[in-house]
Nanobody, 119 residues
Framework: VQLQASGGGLVQAGGSLRLSCAAS????????MGWYRQAPGKQRELVAG???????NYADSVKGRFTISRDNAKTTVYLQLNSLKPEDTAVYYC??????????????WGQGTEVTVSS
């Protein structure tokens, strides 16, 4: 299983970035995909999630600014970050999660991509 996140970088406040997470090694379309972030000295938090059927949810702090999407044919999940703020600075991680009808849940993490927003 691999989750390869990319697209992070340094951007000025008000700018935009698009993160990508390319997945392999599992049945992508079955999984709920999520983006989490962890800022220095803080706990990892959920930023956005998208279910296998395309339903989305967002942290209150990013609603209206970030958009999560998925392309099952490309086994890739995206996070569009607009109107970035310095407080969005963090390492962003991709997550894949699946709960089967029986047995334990499956949970995979990518390596993270760093986003730095300057004021």
């Amino acid at each position: 299983v691999q989750l390869q996140a990319s697209g992070g970088g340094l951007v000025q406040a008000g700018g935009s970035l698009r993160l990508s997470c390319a997945a392999s090694g599992f049945i992508f379309s079955f999984y709920t995909m999520g983006w989490y972030r962890q800022a220095p000295g803080k706990q990892r938090e959920l930023v956005a999630g998208i279910t296998s059927s395309g339903n989305t949810n967002y942290a209150d702090s990013v609603k209206g600014r970030f958009t999560i999407s998925r392309d099952n044919a490309k086994t890739t999940v995206y996070l569009q970050l607009n109107s970035l703020k310095p407080e969005d600075t963090a390492v962003y991680y991709c997550n894949a999660h699946y709960i089967p009808h029986r047995g334990a849940a499956y949970d995979y993490w990518g390596q993270g991509t760093e986003v730095t927003v300057s004021s």
